[in-house]
């Protein structure tokens, strides 16, 4: 089978690695976002989609807007199109191209937490589990039939960072069991049970101690590391990055109270520095 893989951030290079290595099926090509600038010097990057696609030496197409891309795209001839985490919307006119259709990996139990943002909305939530689901695309966003899923815990130290990259795994195991059946299953998602997953700014870090410790915590951690978590101190802002709970009765300089309950922090990192442990911010600063 003739596939052409469509995908941008680094959630979706398992995905193209473990399609690559199926045997039976071909990446015809791989479609993926320009180069943007990156960093203080902004010097431009590649998507890490290209730099797997490169050294698993793939054809590798940038075009600006994926609509731009339909007739090149359709001249190819792709019997099936698969796309991970790309950050574009597909026209109906590409959907419509492959014989087999078009599937996606997301990574959520459909169709809780449809949208831009699931794994971080997951672990805000305070989710117990969350997973991956392959499922077929339709011009409404992650609406389309479910084919697979694979579901794993969300741990009470896990963050952002820690989620993604299991569910990037998850995400390419499912992908490749899904891409071995002949015939695939539909099942249509339960629009009674639809929650969705907005996309977050960097003032969604920003913390509100009048909230819960438990909530907090989650914030802290789902938003590791984008946009990262942070408050006010002395005019300048602090990012926190590990706490832990405690009683509201303890007591000590590392300890905040909260609206309901305490924290004990552990890592911060202040404005222009590095990332420490708490006791190592402590030392030579007088704090409140």
């Known amino acids: 089978m003739h596939i052409l893989f469509i995908g941008t951030a680094e959630l979706a290079c398992p995905c ?13 090509g791989v479609i993926t976002q320009p180069d943007k600038p990156k960093g203080r010097s902004l010097q431009l990057s590649p998507p890490p989609v290209k730099v797997t696609a490169e050294k698993l030496g793939l054809p590798v197409s940038q075009p600006v807007k994926i609509r731009e891309a339909v007739e090149t795209i359709r001249a190819q001839q792709p019997d099936l199109i698969v796309v991970v985490a790309y950050g574009q919307i597909l026209p109906k006119a590409l959907l419509e191209i492959p014989v087999r259709g078009c599937i996606n990996v997301h990574t959520s139990l459909l169709p809780r937490w449809r949208g831009a943002s699931p794994i971080q909305s997951a672990i805000l939530a ?3 589990e969350t997973g991956v689901t392959t499922m ?4 409404q966003l992650d609406h389309g039939d479910i084919i697979l899923q694979r579901r794993t ?21 499912l992908l490749a069991e899904t891409l071995t059946l002949t015939d ?3 099942r249509q998602q339960d629009e009674t049970q639809v929650t969705h997953a907005r996309k977050f700014a960097k003032e969604d870090g920003r913390i509100d101690w009048t909230k819960s410790a438990v909530e907090i915590d989650r914030q802290i951690r789902a938003f590791n590391p984008w946009p990262g978590a942070f408050t006010d101190r002395d005019g ?10 405690v009683s509201s009765t303890t007591t000590g300089a590392d300890i905040v109270t909260t ?4 924290l004990c922090l552990l890592e911060v990192q202040p404005a222009g520095g590095k990332r420490m442990s708490f006791a190592a911010f402590a030392r030579g600063r007088k704090l409140s």
Request: net charge negative.
């Open 153 to 173: 815990p969300i741990r009470p130290d896990d963050t952002g960072a820690t989620l993604h990259d299991r569910l990037a795994t998850l995400g390419a195991e």
């Open 126 to 128: 305070g989710d117990a």
């Open 136 to 139: 077929f695309m339709d011009e």
């Open 236 to 245: 300048t802002l602090l990012k926190i990055w590990k706490v832990e709970l």
């Open 259 to 262: 609206g309901t309950g305490a």
């Open 16 to 28: 193209l690695e473990a399609a690559h290595r199926l045997a039976g099926h071909e990446i015809i």
């Open 184 to 186: 695939w299953p539909h």
